[in-house]
């Protein structure tokens, strides 16, 4: 990626008769991008949660910022975003080519096994919004190595991106104790624990 | 074709041939168009080809036939040949990624092909092989239009020459591409292209390519060329002799040379071994008869050329070839995807989020005529919106209405500035405000007027697909100049003073001893907002090192010298100004915004700049006038003018087009008096990135314009956020030329009121829109 930007800046500084160095802009980019506004900071009580980002082998923690309509936001010490429904993924923000929004099953729905649909709606590299429609179908299957009673959970999905898959591991009171969720064509697939 | 009906058809051209031949008349087009037919056939006749269906038979026996007869354009066959029987045991469609050849073109080693880049695509070559040495910058400008732009340099050009003009010959060209045919299940993809339309026409070319790929990693290329890739093999004449070519002036189409003189076919192929590995051999119909004819500059001891490329990452190529069986070449390829952010998209904190209105600021009762706690309201909007870069210059707020009058100075995006300050209004308003008026400012002045409900905010935040609902319940109202009497204003927002302390390039291109000059300079700006609307501003800056001034040009120029003497400006600054103004920018009615600029304008003149653009934030078009009145600064830059002035001034229409293009044409008197009009088109990324070309004709003859014949060039601009992946809102701008002469010259002051005023309006704004809940 270094070597990608050190290119494009390479190509600017060589045909333009730039009006200012971009390696000092980039200096100047950096510092101004590194803090995040106290507002955007979740409480220090605030219930927390590990989030593994796996395409890009990334883990960190996230705590709970909001709650409205159904919908959490939770927050990284950077101040990037994941925002659940329930336990589904519906938006991203500040990973770069986030998930902006998406239409998603509920948990009964998966635990009814019915096919369904999902819609992701994310953003191409010139920031226009493009959409992503996905059939599914859900398959459950008792998981014994883990909790008694909870459902294991493979939701496989066929959309113009291709296949994707995830997987819930289901107590059985409802509530998600485990997931591994497709995100965006970006970011891939995150691991919530 | 069957067979059948091919040899009927090749007999008839034949016996019509034989009829002609007979009649002993000149040849007419006509007839020369009979005979290359006949070439063609012969040709194909040659390697052993007949048609069955949608491909082509190999067929030894007819190779063997005639391999004792000589043909130019039978090593080319050879390798399309094989490339045919390979392709028969994998036969299909695929995707290769299509490269660019040794003149940046999308192609195979020095031929081009007829694939195209991905839409817009930009692109950079270099490639070099013995004395030839090529830098190209492409545009992808439409999903089959392209565009390059090509320096060449030959090297030992005047090694046998007794007049040593050139120890180097330097030459630009300017090409244009349009593929005719989408490769698809059984048709190749077909291109037209023209290459050094308006340059000198040293390069002049005509092709028509074909490619198609075979299996899931070879791709076949034929093509027939003219001009310079007509001058080896050639077929014949078919549509007439070419006419010379006056290289001298340059600077305008020659219609008259297209596809006219020799015609000879290329051919080549490309093998794909792995993403990253590619192997290419072709047949080159390009005869360097001057280079190695003329000049004696190199041996082209072969038209066979063979290569290997390596792309690294897919952006990223570089190769190695065996050039005209007597030179080894290199080449170098970077190509951007407008629609690929280098980085992966925007990064950065999220938003706050929306608020609900039970958890919004209690402020109790009376605050609707409270300045006090409006005031206050205020302040918590800027302590959120600081972190952006969002300075809030005035709010209004009654019992169901915000107003609030923001300027965004970091975000690279409009509609997320916008986005941002929303979510902030839904933290601090009290609970009854329903109705949010946005206000976006720039240099003191209202650009226009965004009504969104804060119901609509509250439902649509996490709402699928909620961008798209938003805008269309979104309303773009107009805007009168002044806030409203109730409004509150933050404490210290004006007078206001800035400064910045930066190293600048500045560049001097295409000098036939040096291609490349640049100067390295220290530059301090300052710019006071001394009341709303009213910005004082300058600029000092110094050279610390360069060569721009070792330039031993001068100008020849027919008319006032007025940008010519770029080079004396260069040599005689050290210590200089500018600009240095007084601006005054304002909006006399809801749809009219006005500037008045007063100082040393730009480095070569100063004076007085007056502009009107008259734009409604719901539609996609304005209108513009500007008139200045300028005089000539003398060379050093500092404080003195020379004898010259002039009246310029230009009527300017804007239009965006929905598909991301944008016309604009500018019509009036230029800096040297000359009357005319220049158009320019670009195309436009929501990102940010804009490409386009521009062009000025004026009453100026070409002969007097001198060397280009009109003004004309292309520009880029990347923003720097696109680079890194982190909000700013520098823009990294590029325009070259040909050539800069005085002919079509205007003037360049800043803060040109479209570029500022259109990035609020619906149809920018929708296109960007994507990012509002970012």
């Known amino acids: ?193 | 074709m069957n067979n059948k009906t091919a040899a009927k058809v090749y007999r008839m051209t034949k016996v019509a041939l034989i009829q002609l031949k007979a009649s002993g008349k000149p040849k007419s087009n006509l007839r020369k168009s009979v005979e290359f037919i006949g070439r063609i056939w012969n040709w194909r006749r040659v390697v052993g080809l007949s048609c069955s269906t949608a491909f082509c038979r190999f067929s030894p026996i007819t190779l063997y036939r005639q391999r004792s007869r000589k043909r130019t354009v039978r090593p080319g066959a050879m390798i399309l040949c094989s490339a045919m029987m390979y392709s028969l045991a994998a036969e299909g469609f695929a995707d290769i990624q299509p490269s660019l050849n040794f003149s940046g073109l999308t192609g195979l080693i020095d031929m081009p092909s007829g694939d195209v880049q991905t839409d817009g695509a930009i692109s950079v070559s270099k490639s070099m092989f013995g004395p030839v040495g090529r830098t190209t910058l492409s545009f992808q400008m439409a999903p089959r239009l392209s565009g390059n732009f090509r320096y060449t340099g030959i090297a030992d050009w005047d090694r046998y020459d007794t007049k040593k003009s050139f120890q180097t010959y330097y030459d630009r060209s300017f090409d244009i591409g349009y593929q005719l045919v989408k490769e698809g299940k059984f048709l190749p993809s077909v291109k037209v292209g023209f290459q050094d339309v308006i340059g000198t026409g040293m390069f002049s070319a005509e092709y028509l390519t074909a490619s198609k790929t075979f299996g899931s990693s070879i791709k076949v290329t034929t093509g027939l060329g003219w001009g310079r890739l007509g001058n080896f093999g050639s077929m014949g004449t078919p549509f007439g002799e070419r006419p010379a070519v006056d290289v001298g002036r340059g600077g305008t189409p020659r219609f008259g040379q297209w596809f006219r003189g020799d015609v000879a076919p290329f051919a080549g192929i490309e093998w794909q071994y792995s993403p990253k590995l590619t192997f290419k051999a072709e047949y080159s119909s390009d005869a360097y008869s001057v280079e190695s004819e003329e000049r004696l500059t190199f041996d082209r001891a072969s038209p066979l050329n063979f290569g290997v490329e390596y792309a690294p990452k897919t952006w990223a190529r570089i190769g190695i070839y065996s050039l005209y069986g007597s030179e080894l070449g290199l080449s170098a390829h970077i190509v951007l995807d407008p629609k690929k952010s280098v980085t992966g998209g925007s990064q950065g904190p999220g938003p706050l989020p929306v608020r609900a209105r039970t958890a919004a600021t209690v402020w109790g009762s009376g605050w609707v005529t409270d300045t006090g706690a409006k005031s206050e309201m205020l302040d918590d909007l800027q302590r959120i919106l600081t972190h952006d870069g969002i300075i809030v210059e005035s709010l209004d707020v009654d019992q169901g209405t915000a107003q609030i009058r923001i300027q965004s100075t970091k975000l690279d995006n409009n509609a997320q500035a916008l986005g941002r300050t929303v979510r902030a209004m839904t933290a601090v308003l009290p609970a009854s405000i329903e109705r949010f008026e946005l206000v976006p400012m720039s240099q003191g002045v209202p650009q226009a007027k965004i009504m969104v409900l804060r119901s609509d905010i509250e439902q649509l935040e996490f709402a699928p697909g909620g961008e798209d609902q938003l805008i269309n319940r979104s309303e773009f109202l107009d805007i009168s100049g002044q806030a409203p009497d109730s409004a509150v204003y933050p404490d210290g927002l004006y007078p206001r003073f800035s400064w910045n302390v930066s190293p600048s390039v500045a560049t001097s291109l295409f000098d036939p001893e040096n291609p490349l000059r640049a100067d390295l300079r220290l530059r301090a700006r300052a710019s006071y907002d001394i009341a709303p609307g009213l910005v004082l501003s300058g600029a000092i800056w110094k050279k610390l090192i360069g060569n721009i001034a070792d330039s031993k040009r001068s100008s020849n120029s027919l008319l006032p010298h007025v940008r010519s003497d770029a080079i004396e400006y260069a040599r005689q600054a050290d210590l200089a100004v500018g600009p240095l103004t007084l601006a005054w920018y304002a909006k006399p009615a809801p749809n009219l915004f006005s500037r008045v600029t007063v100082g040393y304008l730009e480095t070569m003149y100063g004076g007085v700049s007056n502009e009107l653009l008259w734009q409604r934030a719901d539609k996609p078009y304005a209108l513009g006038i500007e008139v200045n009145y300028v005089r000539q600064r003398d060379f050093d830059q500092v404080f003195d003018f020379r004898d010259y002035s002039a009246v310029t001034g230009h009527i300017s229409g804007y239009y965006r087009f929905d598909n991301g293009v944008h016309a604009e044409l500018d019509i009036g008197r230029y800096l040297a008096g000359d009357f005319g009009a220049t158009a320019t088109l670009q195309r436009e990324f929501s990102n940010g990135i804009k490409m386009g070309a521009f062009a000025t004709l004026t009453d100026v003859p070409f002969a007097d314009f001198g060397e280009g014949s009109f003004d004309k060039g292309v520009f880029l601009e990347l923003p720097l956020a696109w680079i890194v992946g982190r909000p700013t809102q520098k823009v990294n701008k590029m325009t070259l030329r040909p050539i800069l002469r005085d002919g079509g010259a205007r003037l360049n002051v800043e803060g040109r009121l479209y570029q500022t005023v259109r990035k609020y309006r619906q149809s920018d704004l929708d296109a960007a829109w994507g990012r509002f809940w970012r």
Not at chain 1, 28 to 38: F, H, I, P, V
Not at chain 1, 108 to 118: D, I, K, S, V
């Open chain 1, 1 to 193: 990626m270094t070597l990608r930007i050190m290119s494009v800046i390479a190509l600017m500084t060589s045909l333009s008769g730039c009006a200012a160095s971009p390696l000092s802009q980039i200096a100047l980019s950096k510092m101004a991008g590194s803090a995040t506004s106290a507002a955007t900071q979740p409480d220090q009580t605030a219930d927390q949660k590990w989030i593994t980002l796996v395409n890009r082998g990334v883990k960190f923690q996230v705590a709970q910022l909001s709650e409205r309509d159904g919908v959490t936001v939770w927050a990284a010490r950077d101040g990037t975003q994941v925002f659940l429904r329930g336990s589904m993924v519906v938006g991203t923000r500040g990973f770069g080519r986030d998930l902006m929004s998406a239409d998603v099953p509920t948990t009964p729905t998966l635990l009814e096994g019915r096919a369904h649909q999902r819609t992701y709606f994310d953003m191409d590299g010139t920031d226009t919004m493009i959409s992503h429609v996905f059939t599914c179908t859900a398959t459950l299957k008792e998981a014994k190595d883990f909790v008694f009673g909870s459902t294991h959970v493979v939701e496989k999905c066929l959309g113009d991106l291709g296949t994707i898959e995830n997987t819930f591991l289901i107590l059985a009171d409802g509530s998600v104790l485990k997931s591994r969720q497709w995100i965006s064509q970006g970011i891939g697939y995150a691991a919530f624990d």
